[in-house]
């Protein structure tokens, strides 16, 4: 019977885990005692870690002491659970939640498409926000002029150099794509290939496609493309495939790339078996200080100096469920959440980029140097699996691998991503 009874009892933790609702804690982890307000409001999220979690909870506290009539709930659920059924929650799961945590790109875009979240133009008109947040923050949650969720986080993608390997050959980062070809050039002569890539890890790869086509082409293609709005055998991704080709031709990559991850390539920048790395800004907490400290961020190369800045810079953002808006708890979160200090305190504790114009006490020089990049650039998008849908981003980055490992030509793989454009979101007329 106790056998029994204690399974119950592990049975029920593990529901808990899953899905729990709370009170906001108090710093001891137990609930606070608390007088009923005026203002209920449900809060949902999916927290990725327990630093995570901490400051999203932080946040919230603080927000709840700021309005003394709002008190927050918390529901926190799996990460794979919360992203399988956010749309149920959306559509009217009883106590899911009016507010949430969620993605930018393709994740935002369905949920517009499917009327599933509020349209927050009007609050976000009154208050003024496009006066704080970056313009990059605000076109990736904008679409057809209509704001659809207030951002909250973001971090950089760009290339990070060895300084040393760099000196040695009298080299600077290259900022535009000729000085990148001509360094790969000189680096693969001297038998260091420039990049450090995993090509069993199919997003690293994407996000060659990914700056090419934004560098080349620019923001508004790019989602073309991703949202299946445009062919992939068009003269512009033709293109796109000949500079990447240029790449491979310059020496640029690492041999043996096919049997390796992202993470098992990264030793080969360690013991200076290559020169750089195209990564988002996480990787660095992958690095020894000693490497860390030899490291150099730069920009990923202007190609054509007519196309604005575009980076790949995925943003989190908050989204409110469609028949939340009459609840005006909600609203003073938002405003609190683009009005006070509270992202900056929480980004802070997490690492990532605060969406904001104003110069921030950054001590992290490689935040620091995101931040300036992302509040120079004109738009942001997501990185490739985020901004279209997954069942088009798998088979196109197996596509992609391919190709930077040689094994389909660049008319084999945009005549294979074209059919699966076709497939997967119809015969779109296309010019």
């Known amino acids: 019977m106790l056998y029994k009874f204690l399974s119950v009892v592990a ?9 729990h609702a709370s009170s906001i804690e108090d710093s001891q982890g137990n609930q606070s005692q608390k007088k009923i307000k005026p203002y209920q409001l449900t809060v949902a999220m999916m927290p990725s870690s327990g630093v995570q979690r901490s400051a999203y909870y932080k946040m919230l506290s603080a927000f709840e002491s700021y309005s003394q009539d709002v008190e927050v709930h918390v529901r926190a659920y799996g990460h794979e659970s919360y992203k399988e059924n956010i749309e149920q929650y959306l559509a009217g799961s ?3 939640g009016e507010v949430y945590f969620w993605f930018g790109g393709n994740r935002l875009q369905s949920l517009i498409q499917k009327n599933l979240i509020a349209d927050l133009t009007a609050v976000w008109q009154k208050g003024q926000w496009s006066e704080r947040y970056t313009a990059a923050a605000i076109s990736a949650v904008s679409r057809n002029d209509q704001i659809h969720a207030i951002p909250l986080n973001y971090y950089q993608w760009g290339i990070y150099y060895r300084k040393s390997m760099f000196e040695q050959h009298n080299l600077t980062p290259p900022t535009e794509w000729k000085d990148l070809l001509q360094a790969c050039e000189l680096l693969a002569k001297h038998g260091t290939p420039m990049f450090a890539i995993g090509s069993k890890s199919p997003w690293a790869v994407a996000s060659w496609f990914d700056y090419l086509n934004l560098r080349l082409n620019g923001l508004e293609a790019h989602r073309e493309i991703t949202s299946g709005r445009a062919s ?6 033709q293109n796109v495939f000949n500079y990447w080709q240029q790449a491979i031709d310059a020496g640029c990559f690492i041999d043996g790339r096919q049997n390796l991850s992202w993470k098992e390539a990264l030793p080969l920048l360690y013991y200076k078996k290559a020169a750089a790395v195209l990564m988002g800004n996480f990787f660095v907490s992958n690095v020894p200080d000693s490497v860390k400290e030899d490291l150099v961020f730069s920009p990923f190369p202007v190609i054509d100096k007519q196309i604005p800045i575009y980076e790949d810079a995925p943003v989190d953002v908050l989204v409110v469920a469609k028949s939340a808006m009459n609840n005006p708890a909600v609203k003073k979160l938002l405003a609190y959440v683009s009005e006070s200090d509270a992202l900056i305190h929480m980004n802070q504790s997490i690492n990532k980029l605060t969406p904001f114009k104003e110069e921030l006490d950054i001590n992290d020089r490689f935040i620091e140097a995101g931040d300036q990049l992302l509040k120079q650039a004109e738009g942001v998008a997501q990185f490739y699996d985020r901004d279209t849908r997954p069942d088009m981003a798998n088979p196109a980055m197996d596509l992609m691998v391919m190709f930077l ?4 030509t660049s008319d084999e793989v945009q005549h294979t991503l074209e059919a699966y454009r076709r497939r ?3 015969k779109i007329e296309v010019p």
């Open 424 to 426: 997967i979101f119809g």
């Open 232 to 237: 992939y055998s068009t003269v512009k991704i």
């Open 94 to 96: 009883p106590g899911a």
């Open 11 to 19: 049975l029920l933790f593990l529901v808990s885990l899953n899905a």
């Open 405 to 408: 490992n040689q094994e389909l």
